[in-house]
């Protein structure tokens, strides 16, 4: 399970733009985003309350860390970046997103007490060569307009929510702590619709499939995956798998929507796999 998490994360999250693409249209995002916690972290919770109820009890103590973590990486970074969508292009998106295993990776020496080694730096520079490649040449003409404040701040709420799992709730079950996230997700998520969406959807094939792809391909499957690789591995390693998601996408894209794959977005994808190679060197803790 620990060598095929990764790829199945990277593979599940990587879909979810796929399906983002041919479902919004019809319904607004933090509408989406908060239907989709609510009904995942409700079927998750269920589920693990018939199966395994008395492993709640191993979230007492630490519920704070793990809901503060949930609000930020599953309501502040999901909500902040379907905000930013709407300002900027999705290379340019892409391309703020891959700042964000380089800072998971400074922020957790002094936090965590990880050391990296020079090659891995190399592999997180690479990794991010590799995302601009992908992106494209026009994600570099970035303004300072709105678009980009709140690329910012999905980033830094991922960043931040990663790094306040694994200092503070890194061994909690995975599953649970994942139920108690996306509710708090849905609590943010609901707040944030009020504030900031004037709400629309339309149920069609593409919305509901869409919808159903978000709960059970992405909450359950990839957030769970990360959770659990936060648990068993370096935050900075796991961040780095991010590297792989707009190559991948770009892939996806071409095979299931017809959309253009340049040469430069597969020279790019293999910088970004050849970066998370290095990046998976041995970690110093200390």
Not at 1 to 6: E, G, N, Q, T
Not at 40 to 58: F, M, S, V, Y
Not at 217 to 239: E, F, I, P, W
Request: proline residues 5%; hydrophobic residues 55%; aromatic residues 10%.
């Amino acid at each position: 399970m620990a060598a095929l998490a990764p790829f199945i994360f990277i593979c599940l999250w990587s879909g979810a733009f796929i399906a983002s693409r041919a479902g919004l249209p019809d319904i607004s995002p933090l509408l989406l985003l908060t239907i989709r916690f609510v009904i995942a972290g409700l079927l998750l919770a269920i589920a693990l309350t018939l199966w395994q109820p008395q492993r709640w009890k191993d979230l007492r103590g630490r519920c704070g860390p793990v809901l503060l973590a949930g609000v930020l990486m599953n309501g502040g970074y999901l909500s902040a970046s379907h905000i930013a969508m709407g300002e900027i292009t999705g290379a340019t998106m892409a391309l703020v997103g891959s700042l964000q295993p380089i800072m998971v990776a400074v922020a957790s020496g002094p936090l965590l007490g990880d050391r990296f080694r020079p090659l891995q730096w190399l592999g997180f520079a690479l990794g991010t060569a590799g995302v601009a490649l992908v992106a494209g040449i026009n994600a570099l003409e970035l303004d300072t307009g709105p678009g980009i404040v709140w690329a910012m701040v999905s980033v830094s709420c991922m960043v931040a929510g990663t790094l306040v799992f694994s200092r503070y709730a890194r061994g909690v079950p995975a599953a649970h702590a994942n139920a108690a996230q996306l509710l708090a997700g849905a609590v943010f998520c609901g707040v944030m619709l009020l504030l900031f969406e004037d709400a629309h959807v339309t149920w069609t094939t593409a919305s509901v499939g869409a919808l159903a792809y978000a709960i059970f391909g992405v909450s359950l499957g990839g957030m769970g995956l990360y959770l659990y690789m936060l648990n068993s591995g370096t935050a900075g390693k796991v961040a780095a798998n991010f590297y792989l998601t707009p190559g991948l996408t770009a892939i996806f894209g071409f095979i299931l929507l017809g959309e253009t794959l340049p040469p430069t977005a597969l020279i790019g994808l293999a910088m970004a796999m050849l970066g998370i190679w290095l990046v998976q060197g041995r970690t110093r803790r200390t």
